[in-house]
């Protein structure tokens, strides 16, 4: 049974960081692409960033370009997500997600590319 546990959320000021991490269990990690997503009640689940099997190659959406970081431990099973800088608008529900095989690529921004999700955690910036 694949697992993806996320942990790390929780409430920040303006200006503080936060660290993500995304725990994977039960498929084989270490080839699949991995990708973070957001969302907001009511609203569509939002592309963060993605990164590839060996961690070498990342993609980030322009809204958080250059304040947050992407990283995975292929030993650990991990993904991580730095968040730095963080704004009032980067207050959401966080999931991370896993492709459905073994991928080469990293661009993978759409929802539909993903077969795995964590249940997900809450990231709130206050003003």
């Known amino acids: 049974q694949v697992q993806l546990v996320e942990s790390g959320g929780g409430l920040v000021q303006a200006g503080g960081s936060l660290r993500l991490s995304c725990a994977a269990s039960?498929?084989?990690?270490?080839?699949?692409?991995m990708g973070w997503f957001r969302q907001a009640p009511g609203k569509e689940r939002e592309f963060v960033s993605t990164?590839?099997?060996?961690?070498?190659?990342?993609y980030y959406a322009d809204s958080v370009k250059g304040r947050f970081t992407l990283s995975r431990d292929n030993a650990k099973n991990t993904v991580y997500l730095q968040m730095n800088s963080l704004k009032p608008e980067d207050t959401d529900v966080y999931y991370c997600a896993a492709t459905p095989y073994p991928a080469g690529g990293y661009r993978y921004i759409r929802p539909d590319e993903y077969a795995y999700w964590g249940q997900g955690t809450q990231v709130t910036v206050s003003s």
């Open positions: 039960g498929l084989s990690f270490s080839s699949r692409a």
């Open positions: 990164i590839n099997y060996s961690g070498a190659s990342t």
